[in-house]
């Protein structure tokens, strides 16, 4: 009886130790997912600019967040000399990402129909070097994925050390389009959320830094870029009667978006909604929060080799 509660002790204890460990351990990851509050002691300071992370336990009301949002800039023109920089930033860190070959970076786009996550991968990774960098775009699921637990699609396509990966849509849409057209029952789909916080906190304990973006466009732009697609005969293939069924679901996803997003913005992998109606504007923003982050997480060449000085190359 003493033995048998001395060791459940032990066991609470060593389980507390674990659970310090991860906490420890995704304390310091959170660190870098707030770029701005690095090496500061007191309070942060404001960010230079408007960030739109989603922080941990606060949620968002979308009807709250002005999709035309764009500061001070007023048009494309504006914004290329940073949105410049900013890439030129973000091939540099990613150069030492791909060196260094430790860490990697997990990048999340999620949106409507023509919410803009193409062309934020084709606008705000020009520069960057394809040989590290991994785009997946996730749609319906296969006969054989759907056969899996959810999870499994997307776990095989985490970034390995060294890369950055773009998910183009990605496990959310198990929470989102899953709940929206009700093709599973809700007691499937709610378990969901604490199951993506811990696969997202195993990721970030195993080097991979998790960033989620949500492109923010309003209804009427949606009406806008969906006439746009069906007007111009190079982006109709780009247009699917589907998409016309799911706008009439507006509102339901954006419930299911405010509640996914609410329940898992985490400290290690936090959710932005970006204001999205300004196409250049959502790129600054998204280009903006990588090469910050990236930045944080600090890449290092590794050191050469010893005795490179001597070393000479035969004719
Ligand atoms: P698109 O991104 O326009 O190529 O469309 C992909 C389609 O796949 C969208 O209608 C998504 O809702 C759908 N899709 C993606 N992931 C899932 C999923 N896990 N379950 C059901 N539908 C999905
Ligand atoms: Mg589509």
Known sequence: MADGSRSKRAAAAASQRTRKAAADATAKEARVTRPERLGVTGSPPEPDYPRYRVEPGEGVRLADVDPDESEHYAKQKDVLPELESTRDRIAELQSRLYAENRRSLLLVLQALDTGGKDGTIKHVFQGVNPQGCQVWS??????????????????????????????????????????????????????????????????????????????????????????????????????????????????????????????????????????????????????????????????????????????????
Not at 173 to 187: Q, S, T
């Open 138 to 315: 996730f749609k319906a699921p296969s006969a054989e994925e759907i056969a899996h637990d959810f999870l499994w699609r997307y776990h095989q396509r985490v970034p390995s050390r060294g890369l950055i990966g773009i998910f183009n849509r990605s496990h959310y849409e198990d929470v989102l389009v899953v709940r929206v057209k009700g093709l599973v029952p809700e007691d499937v789909w709610r378990p969901r959320y604490a199951v993506i916080n811990q696969f997202e906190q195993s990721l970030t304990l195993s080097g991979v830094t998790v960033l989620k973006f949500y492109l923010h466009i309003s209804k009427d732009e949606q009406k806008r870029r969906l006439e746009s697609r069906l007007a111009d005969p190079d982006k109709r293939w780009k247009f699917s009667a589907n998409d016309l069924r799911e706008r009439r679901h507006w509102d339901a996803y954006m419930t299911a978006f405010e509640e996914a997003i609410a329940t898992t913005s985490t400290e290690y992998a936090p959710w932005y909604v970006v204001p999205a109606n300004n196409k250049w504007y959502r790129n600054l923003v998204i280009a903006r929060t990588i090469a910050d982050t990236l930045e944080a997480m600090d890449p290092r060449y590794p050191e050469p080799e010893e005795g490179l000085d001597a070393a000479v190359v035969d004719d």
